[in-house]
């Protein structure tokens, strides 16, 4: 894993409205992989939200994790258009659950998974009370 080039760090924290990104590079005989993490540029004074990406960018099929996120979860996902998946819940008596929709939020979660035919994308974030 080595150091993202600056202005290509630029590019992916534009693309995935990250602020004050970091991240790391693998170029492998498989493909390139990006991980990096940021603060989610729709934090404001009330809410801060810590994302962190994995990239993948494969000549051969990607494998799509879906299935087992799912299942990790153990909810389905609440957003789902063409290739992408949303997971959101939060953490009540040590379980996992369906945020409410109309409830104020005190610590949530969400997997954001893309998966395509030769590149992928996983996004972990979670929100918070800012102060």
């Known amino acids: 894993w080595g150091e993202i080039p ?3 760090l630029q590019e992916l924290a534009d693309a995935t409205r ?3 990104a970091r991240g790391r ?4 005989p498989n493909g390139i992989f990006v991980l990096m993490t940021g603060l989610s540029a729709d934090s404001d004074a ?3 939200t810590v994302v962190c ?3 993948g960018f494969r000549q051969a099929q990607v494998w799509d994790a879906s299935p087992e996120i799912e299942q990790w979860v153990g909810l389905p ?3 789902v258009e063409g290739p992408l998946r949303m997971w959101t819940w939060e953490i009540r008596e040590g379980r996992k659950v369906a945020p409410a929709p109309d409830a104020p939020l005190a610590a949530g979660y969400a997997i954001l998974a893309t998966s ?3 590149s992928f994308r996983y996004e972990l974030a979670r929100t918070r009370p800012a102060n």
């Open 46 to 48: 009330e809410l801060a």
């Open 116 to 118: 395509q035919a030769t």
């Open 18 to 20: 990250a602020v004050d």
């Open 25 to 28: 590079l693998a170029a492998t």
């Open 53 to 55: 990406n994995v990239f």
């Open 77 to 79: 996902p609440s957003r």
């Open 6 to 8: 600056a202005a290509r």
